[in-house]
């Protein structure tokens, strides 16, 4: 059974920061293209960061850009978002996924397994 645990989430302050950890088990996903989405109150889920396989490459939504980090660390089947300088408007539930295929970048429709959610506020 394939499962993705997220933590790290919770209340903060404008400009503090933020680490979410992401943990892979029930299947080989350090062979696979990983990622983060967030979904705030009354919005569409929207992409935040995505991680090849390899960690070699990146990608980052334009409104994360310079501030949010991916990572990955394969020999733990784990992904991290550091977030930094938040903003109130990063406040949302954030959600792992990993995609099904090693193909990269991969389009969203490629995520085929996710977490259940970790929540981030930001206060103003």
């Known amino acids: 059974q394939v499962l993705l645990v997220e933590s790290g989430g919770g209340l903060v302050q404008t400009g503090d920061s933020l680490r979410l950890s992401c943990a892979a088990s029930?299947?080989?996903?350090?062979?696979?293209?990983m990622a983060w989405f967030r979904q705030a109150q009354g919005k569409e889920r929207e992409f935040v960061a995505a991680?090849?396989?390899?960690?070699?490459?990146?990608n980052y939504a334009d409104s994360v850009k310079g501030r949010f980090t991916i990572s990955r660390d394969n020999a733990k089947n784990t992904v991290f978002l550091q977030m930094n300088s938040l903003k109130p408007e990063d406040t949302a539930i954030y959600y792992c996924?990993?995609?099904?295929?090693?193909?990269?970048?991969?389009?969203?429709?490629?995520?085929?397994?996710w977490g259940q959610g970790t929540q981030v506020t930001v206060s103003s």
């Open positions: 996924a990993a995609s099904y295929r090693r193909a990269w970048p991969p389009p969203s429709y490629d995520y085929a397994y």
């Open positions: 029930g299947r080989t996903f350090s062979m696979y293209p």
């Open positions: 991680i090849q396989w390899s960690g070699g490459s990146t």
